[in-house]
């Protein structure tokens, strides 16, 4: 099924859930997740994704 990450179209397992997507394409640690526009806390990664469901994934970065 296809799904977008970072804006970009995708093509991921039918029961991917949204850890194993950005397990996919990048580190977890440091991330912060939105899934159609809601903030997904990282006690929520094991659910299942949905055709066309949007992902966006930013680096946390510190500052100082």
Excluded: C
Aim: avoid cysteine; hydrophobic fraction near 40%.
């Amino acid at each position: 099924m296809y799904i977008y990450y970072n804006n970009e179209k995708v093509q991921v397992q039918n029961d991917a859930t949204l850890k194993s997507v950005i397990e996919q394409f990048e580190i977890i640690e440091h991330k912060a997740v939105w899934l159609n526009g809601q903030h997904v806390p990282l006690s929520d990664f094991d659910r299942i994704v949905k055709v066309n469901d949007h992902i966006k994934v930013v680096r946390i970065r510190g500052g100082g």
